[in-house]
C-alpha cells in the first residue's frame, strides 16, 4: 500500500485535459465552418495516412468513425483484400519538420474531427466495403468501393465470368488466364478429372521428346539393374487421347451418344497414371520411346495450335489449389497428383462451405537469375457504366526466397506473396543480383530485359498484355457490379511472365496493400495513393487536372439501360361518373314555315313538365344521312331469319325494355317530315297534309338496360312487330306492316326509332303520338311509351317500326 501524505488529507487525481488555446479554437472553427460549407468531410477506416494527409491539404477535416465491431477471422467467401495492417506507410504530410510541429498539427486536426464529429462524410476510404453500406450514401458522397465487386476480386468469381469473355470480345481467355475449375461443384470436378489425365498425356509428350534419348543413351552405358522401365504402351494411349481431344475441337463426335462406351476405361487410366508417375516423378524409362519422338512431334505440333498453354503446362503436371476468396497466399497448395487433390477436396481438413478452385500452375516461368517472380500492378475503375479504368504506369516485382524447382513443391519456392516470403529465410543457392527485400520496381526489370537483349518487349508485349487483361475481366463482370457514379476502386491485379514474356492474369485484390515494407514499396505506395486522389477528386471540378502516373486505358461508350416492359402493367385514368344534372334542352328547327307556329305552341305547352329530354332537330341533309344509314341497317336486319320468336313475345320484350329505361338516358329526336312517307308508301292527302310522319330517334346510355327484357333474343334474330301502340283510325289509310330487325344490344349504343302517324289521327287515341311529340323539349317518360303498361287494342292497325343502329 502507498504511504499516506503527510499532512493526513487524501489528494484527488483529476485527470489533465489538453489546453485549448482561443485563438487556436477560432481558427479551428473557422477552418471547419468552411471544410462543412463546401462539403470536404472525410473518413478513413485502416491505416492510411498518406491518404489522410493528402486531404488535410487539401482542405479538408476528418470526421472520426467509431471503431468497428469485432470480426471474426477472415472467412472463406468474402472478397479478396490484399492488405498487411502490420506495415504502414509514414505520415507524409507537406511542410512538417520536428516532433513538436507534428505535435500541435495532430492536436489541431484532432479539435477540427471534433467539431465535425456530428456532420456528414462526404468521402469514404475504407479496407472493407461492408464498413459502409453504398445504398445508403447520397449521391454526392464518394467512397472507394463498388458493390458486389466480388465477381471480380475473387478466385471463384474471376474463374466463373472469363468463361464468358466471348460474349464481350473475341479473345480466348485460355491465352492470358490459367485454366481454372471449381472443384465444390461436381460437373467441374469431372471436367478437372478429364484435364488432369489429359494435361498427363501432352506432359508425357513432352518428355519423350525433350528427354528419351539421353536418358536411355545413359541407362545402356550404366546397365543399371535397378533402373525402372515402363512398357511404350503409354505412348500409345497418350497419343490416342490426344487424338480423340482434337477431334472433339473439330466436332467428330456429333454423333456419339450417352451410350458410346468411352475409349478409355477407368481400368486403362489407373495403369496409365501410374506409369506415368513413375516416368514423371520417378525418373522411370520407357522402353524403346526414341522410335515414337516424332509421331509425338506431330502430335505436338498440332496441339499447339489449339492449345495456348501447352508450352507453360510443363512435365510435373502441377496444380495449384487455392481457398476461393482468401488472399496473401494463405490456403494455397500445390500438387501434382490426381488422387491426392481429390482426397484434399473430399477430406474433412476443407470446411464444407468453402469455395476451393484448382488453377493449372504455370511450370515455365519467366526467371530472373533463376528465381520466380510475379508483379503487382494497380488499376483504377471510375466508373462501371460506361466502363472506365485507368491503368498505372508503375508497377513491382515480388521474388520468392528460394530458387525455382519443380521437383519441390513448398511454398517458399512456388507463392511469390510478400506475407508469405517475409517468413522464410533467404537461400545461400539464390543468386547474388537477386534482391534481399525480394522486390524490384518495373525500371529495374526494364534494365534487366535490356541487358538480355529484350529491352523494348516490355512495351510491346507485357504493358498492353496486361492491360488487355484488365480491360476483358472488368468487361465479364460489369453487369454484376452495381454501378455508382459517386465511387470508385483501386485494384492490385497479380501477373505472371511466361518465358515469351506473355502475361498471365492470376488473381485481382481488392484494397491492395500500401504498407512499406521495402523501398520500392516506399516510394511506390504513397504515390499510388496520391495520384488516385488526383483522379477521383481534382478531376471533378477540373477535367484537364494532372492525374500522376495514371492513364486512361479504357472509356467504354455510354450505354443506355432500356425501360423495363414486364408483366406489371399499369392503366391510369379517371372514373366515368353519371351526371345527376339534367343537361339543358336546345331545340334547331328545319321545319318549313306551315309548321313553326305549331311548334311553338307545343313548346309553350310543355316547358312546365318535369322529367325532360335532350332533342336535337337535324336539318334535311343530316336527316337523310339518318335515314340511308337506317335503311342500311334494315336491309340488314331483313336478312337473318326470326323462327324462334313471335311477333307477341317480340312486342312484349320491347314494352319490358322500354320499362326499364330511366329518366336520365338522353334522348335524341330526329325529325324527318314527308320522307318517311314515301318511303313507307303512304299516301297523302288531297292537300298534301293528311298523313305526317314523325320519327324519334332515342339513343340510349347503356346496352346493358336490355337486360331488363328477360325473354331477349339470341344473335342473328329479328323482332318483327306486327301492332304497335298507335291504334288504327278508320278515317285513316291502313299501313303495311313494316317488318325491322332489332338485335341484342352489343357493342356501342344502339338508337330507337319510333314512327307516329298524322297528327289527326293519333291525337284522338293515345296522348303520346300527338303532332307536336317530336317538338316537345320535355316530355314525361311515360308519355313517350304509354302502351308499356297497358294492352294494346285489338283494332290498331298502326304500324311501329323499331330499329336498332350504332
Known amino acids: 500500500m502507498s504511504a499516506a501524505p ?13 489546453t485549448i488555446k482561443p485563438d487556436r479554437l477560432k481558427t479551428a472553427k473557422t477552418l471547419v465552418e468552411k471544410a462543412v460549407k463546401l462539403r470536404k468531410v472525410f473518413s478513413v477506416h485502416g491505416p492510411y495516412p498518406v ?17 468497428p465491431v469485432q470480426r471474426t477471422p477472415h472467412c472463406l ?11 504502414v506507410c509514414a505520415d507524409v504530410s507537406d511542410g512538417v519538420d520536428g516532433g513538436e510541429k507534428e505535435e500541435t ?12 464529429r456530428n456532420e456528414t462524410t462526404y468521402f469514404y476510404w475504407t479496407t472493407r466495403r461492408d464498413y459502409i453500406d453504398c445504398h445508403s450514401l447520397d449521391n454526392d458522397q464518394v467512397t472507394n468501393h463498388y458493390a458486389n465487386s466480388a465477381a471480380l476480386t475473387t478466385k471463384v468469381g474471376l474463374c466463373l465470368n472469363l468463361r464468358n469473355l466471348r460474349w464481350f470480345d473475341a479473345a480466348d481467355p485460355d491465352t492470358f488466364f490459367p485454366r481454372c475449375y471449381r472443384l465444390g461443384a461436381e460437373d467441374e470436378k469431372h471436367s478437372f478429372k478429364e484435364d488432369f489425365r489429359r494435361t498427363a498425356c501432352t506432359s508425357l509428350l513432352q518428355h519423350v521428346v525433350e528427354t528419351s534419348k539421353w536418358k536411355q543413351d545413359r541407362a545402356e552405358d550404366m546397365n543399371d539393374s535397378h533402373q525402372q522401365f515402363v512398357a511404350p504402351g503409354i505412348i500409345d494411349l497418350a497419343v490416342h487421347v490426344c487424338q480423340d481431344f482434337l477431334s472433339v475441337l473439330e466436332h467428330s463426335d456429333i454423333d456419339v451418344t450417352v451410350e458410346t462406351p468411352p475409349s478409355v476405361e477407368e481400368g486403362q487410366w489407373a495403369k496409365f497414371m501410374e506409369d506415368y508417375y513413375k516416368v514423371v516423378h520417378e525418373g522411370a524409362l520407357i522402353r524403346g520411346s526414341s522410335a515414337f519422338v516424332e509421331r509425338c512431334q506431330a502430335m505436338l505440333i498440332r496441339l499447339q495450335e489449339v492449345c495456348p498453354q501447352l508450352n507453360t503446362d510443363g512435365l510435373n503436371n502441377i496444380w495449384i489449389i487455392k481457398p476461393g476468396a482468401m488472399s496473401r497466399g494463405r490456403g494455397i497448395m500445390c500438387m501434382n497428383r490426381l488422387d491426392e487433390i481429390l482426397a484434399l477436396v473430399d477430406s474433412d481438413r476443407v470446411p464444407k462451405e468453402s469455395k476451393w478452385v484448382v488453377q493449372k500452375y504455370l511450370e515455365r516461368p519467366l526467371l530472373v537469375h533463376g528465381t520466380k517472380f ?34 519441390s513443391l513448398d511454398s517458399s519456392v512456388h507463392l511469390c506473396n510478400y506475407s508469405i516470403q517475409k517468413h522464410f529465410q533467404l537461400s545461400s543457392d539464390r543468386h547474388l543480383e537477386v534482391p534481399n527485400d525480394n522486390m524490384w520496381s518495373c525500371s529495374q526489370f526494364k534494365a534487366f530485359l535490356q541487358q538480355q537483349g529484350r529491352g523494348a518487349e516490355w512495351e510491346s508485349v507485357v504493358v ?57 514499396t516506399a516510394r511506390l505506395c504513397p504515390a499510388v495513393q496520391q495520384d488516385t486522389l488526383r483522379v477521383v477528386l481534382d478531376r471533378r471540378t477540373d477535367p484537364n487536372a494532372y492525374t500522376g502516373g495514371f492513364q ?14 414486364g408483366v406489371n402493367l399499369l392503366v391510369e385514368g379517371a372514373p366515368i361518373r353519371r351526371s345527376t344534372s339534367k343537361p339543358p334542352f336546345k331545340i334547331q328547327s328545319s321545319f318549313d314555315q306551315s309548321s313553326s307556329e305549331g311548334v311553338k305552341t307545343a313548346h309553350n305547352t310543355s316547358t312546365q313538365r318535369s322529367t325532360k329530354i335532350s332533342a336535337f332537330l337535324h336539318s334535311d341533309k343530316e336527316n337523310q344521312t339518318v335515314g340511308d344509314k337506317k335503311r342500311q341497317l334494315t336491309s340488314t336486319f331483313l336478312k337473318r331469319g326470326d323462327k324462334g320468336k313471335t311477333g307477341g313475345q317480340i312486342t312484349s320484350c320491347v314494352r319490358r325494355f322500354c320499362r326499364s329505361l330511366t329518366v336520365e338516358q338522353p334522348l335524341l329526336v330526329h325529325i324527318e317530315p314527308r320522307r318517311k312517307t314515301r318511303r313507307l308508301g303512304l299516301k297523302l292527302g288531297p292537300k298534301g297534309a293528311t298523313l305526317v310522319p314523325r320519327s324519334l330517334s332515342f339513343s340510349l346510355s347503356h346496352p346493358h338496360s336490355m337486360l331488363a327484357c328477360q325473354s331477349q333474343p339470341n344473335p342473328g334474330q329479328r323482332l318483327h312487330i306486327s301492332r304497335s301502340c298507335l291504334p288504327q283510325s278508320t278515317a285513316g289509310p291502313q299501313l303495311k306492316t313494316s317488318a325491322r330487325v332489332f338485335p341484342p344490344l352489343q357493342g356501342p349504343l344502339p338508337t330507337l326509332d319510333i314512327l307516329s302517324l298524322r297528327p289527326n289521327i293519333v291525337a284522338k287515341t293515345i296522348p303520346c303520338c300527338q303532332a307536336n ?5 320535355s316530355i314525361h317518360m311515360k308519355q313517350l311509351f304509354p302502351c308499356s303498361g297497358k294492352q294494346i287494342p285489338a283494332k290498331c292497325k298502326g304500324a311501329v317500326s323499331v330499329g336498332y343502329k350504332h
Not at 773 to 777: D, V
Open 6 to 18: 503527510a499532512d493526513g488529507k487524501l489528494q484527488r487525481r483529476i485527470p489533465s485535459l489538453p
Open 552 to 565: 486512361l486505358i479504357y472509356k467504354q461508350a455510354a450505354v443506355e439501360v432500356p425501360h423495363y416492359v
Open 374 to 407: 510475379d508483379l503487382r500492378q494497380w488499376f483504377l475503375v471510375t466508373d462501371w457504366n460506361p466502363l472506365t479504368v485507368w491503368f498505372y504506369r508503375e508497377c513491382y516485382l515480388r521474388f520468392s526466397t528460394q530458387p525455382y524447382s519443380t521437383k
Open 464 to 520: 498492353p498484355g496486361m492491360q488487355q487483361a484488365v480491360v476483358r475481366a472488368l468487361q465479364t463482370t460489369q453487369d454484376l457490379v452495381e454501378p455508382r457514379k459517386a465511387s470508385f476502386e483501386l485494384y492490385g491485379a497479380d501477373f505472371m511472365l511466361g518465358r515469351d514474356l506473355r502475361p498471365w492474369l492470376l488473381e485481382i485484390n481488392a484494397s491492395p496493400t500500401m504498407a512499406c515494407s521495402t523501398a520500392v
Open 773 to 777: 311529340l317530336s317538338l316537345n323539349p
Open 77 to 87: 467467401g468474402d472478397e479478396e483484400e490484399d492488405r498487411d495492417d502490420g506495415d
Open 105 to 116: 498539427l495532430d492536436d489541431m486536426y484532432n479539435l477540427m474531427s471534433r467539431l465535425v
Open 51 to 67: 491518404i489522410r494527409a493528402a486531404l488535410w491539404a487539401r482542405g479538408w477535416v476528418e470526421r472520426r468513425l467509431p471503431p
